[in-house]
């Protein structure tokens, strides 16, 4: 996370002061990852979506914490994870699947 945090503060100085970041989705779902490492395997799916928490955990942290060191900008969380997780996956990627409590704003 710290490169993500150094690479961050770099657009800082350089004058970004309103940055979205989005959290990273449910990568045992996508096909690559469904047909060829987990050959179809739930169980599997389930792991590989589970390794991505930390992460997602780790930059609602980062930007919880730019929101308090740089008080002059913005740093938004976008949680992929739960705008995916609709459980009718005919919706996904249509506009009316973004809901409030899918995205952070502090």
Not at 38 to 52: E, F, Q, Y
């Amino acid at each position: 996370m710290s490169f993500v945090s150094i690479f961050l503060q770099l657009l800082y100085h350089l004058g970004a002061r309103k940055i979205a970041l989005s959290g990273l989705g449910p990568t045992g779902s996508i096909p690559y990852s469904f047909s060829t490492l987990c050959r179809n395997n739930l169980s599997c799916v389930t792991n590989i979506n589970n390794a991505v928490l930390p992460f997602n955990a780790g930059l609602v942290s980062l930007v919880d914490q730019l929101n308090r060191e740089l008080n002059d900008a913005r740093f938004i969380y976008l949680n992929s994870t739960g705008i995916l997780s609709s459980g009718d996956p005919s919706v996904l990627g249509k506009s009316s699947n973004l809901l409030v409590e899918d995205v952070t704003i502090y």
